[in-house]
């Protein structure tokens, strides 16, 4: 083998492999963009399916919200009109749950 040859082979060889990377290269970017493709689309699907089940989550406690809203107010209307009724025992009855609460608590911390 001459060194023309050799050099030949080289360039042959090298010319394969470059042509073998490119292909390469081609067929990643490719993969690549298909599996971006898909992932965008598996996006769109899952947001779309959460914000489905979002709204019908949000109609469904719609009524729950309505009622404990009311309820609450009319505790709240209740509270006031019995303080307002005997303020001193309201106070007495807050001042006694506050002391049992505060037992509670520091025998619990002990």
């Known amino acids: 083998m001459t060194a023309d040859t050799l050099e030949d082979a080289a360039d042959e060889f090298t010319a394969a492999a470059s042509s073998a990377a ?49 309820q609450f107010d009319d505790a709240q209307r209740f509270v006031v009109d019995k303080v307002n009724e005997r303020p001193l025992a309201a106070v007495l009855t807050a001042l006694v749950v506050g002391l049992v609460l505060g037992l509670l608590m520091s025998s619990r911390d002990r």
């Open 22 to 70: 490119d292909k390469g290269q081609k067929a990643l970017n490719e993969a690549l963009e298909k599996a971006q493709a898909k992932i965008a689309e598996t996006t769109r699907v899952a947001q779309k399916a959460l914000k489905e089940h979002a709204d019908n989550l949000l109609e469904q406690t719609k009524g729950y919200r309505d009622t404990a809203g009311q």
